[in-house]
């Protein structure tokens, strides 16, 4: 097999209870070197972003938010590797990297209880320049709607060469779609994103789900 982040050949390890599920065994989209460079959120963590931490109060980040409560879970640290791994997926444009986390992401879900998955959306020029919206592009067989739309076809500055202080103070980027309130109304609703960095983001987008009529909003990102 091929690992799609390093292009280098790997034969996949087979444990005995994978053997005796007499099922097609799922085929590993990384090497063992490269699923190592990612790592997993694993113990206590703040109960409301998910960044990892060595206790479970919550983050100082966090307290910050008080005046606007969004639980967010997260799957990976937003270390070194993952910053790697976004830079050559999303920021590179490769396509084929998705398929390293759809099989985590689905995992993920799985533990998540909601009605409606609603992904963060990408405005207009990175849908030109880019070619696809990374959120999505994790997305294997989970049915989503896209309730969300961004406000502007072109955004002045993105957000990750944002500061902490210009992210906080970003104006409502997102509106709904027009069929969003059939969609969303009394329904729980969970919101994905790749990265948690500040939650300014998420809590513009959970905003808006409200305002569809949503009875709770919840989020997932892939990394913190």
């Known amino acids: ?5 390093c292009q280098q050949q790997f034969q996949p390890v ?26 997993p959120i694993a113990g206590p963590s703040c109960p409301a972003c998910g960044r990892q931490q060595a206790t479970t109060s919550v983050c100082y980040d966090c307290e910050r938010w ?8 997260a799957v990976f640290q937003y270390d070194a590797g993952m910053k790697a ?3 050559q997926y999303k920021f590179q ?5 998705r398929l390293a986390l759809q099989a985590p992401l689905r995992q993920a879900l799985r533990q998540q209880a909601y009605d409606v998955l609603v992904p963060i959306p990408i405005d207009q020029q990175t ?13 294997s067989g989970q049915p989503f709607q896209q309730a969300l739309t961004v406000k502007h076809a072109h955004k002045e500055q993105p957000q990750s060469a944002k500061t902490r202080e210009q992210r906080l103070v970003t104006p409502q980027p997102f509106a709904l779609v027009p069929q969003a309130a059939d969609l969303l109304r009394g329904q729980r609703v969970l919101l994905l994103d790749d990265v948690y960095t500040t939650g300014r983001t998420l809590r513009h987008a959970a905003q808006q789900i409200y305002f569809g009529g949503a009875k709770a909003v919840t989020s997932l990102t892939l990394a913190r």
């Open 14 to 39: 087979i444990d005995l209870k994978a053997l005796l599920t007499w099922r097609p065994l799922p085929a590993p989209a990384l090497c063992a070197i490269c699923t190592t460079r990612l790592t």
């Open 85 to 87: 791994y976004m830079q």
């Open 1 to 5: 097999m091929i690992c799609v982040w």
């Open 127 to 139: 849908w030109l320049t880019r070619g696809f919206n990374q959120v999505t592009g994790w997305l």
């Open 93 to 97: 444009g490769d396509y084929a990297l």
């Open 66 to 73: 008080q005046t606007e409560p969004l639980k967010n879970h």
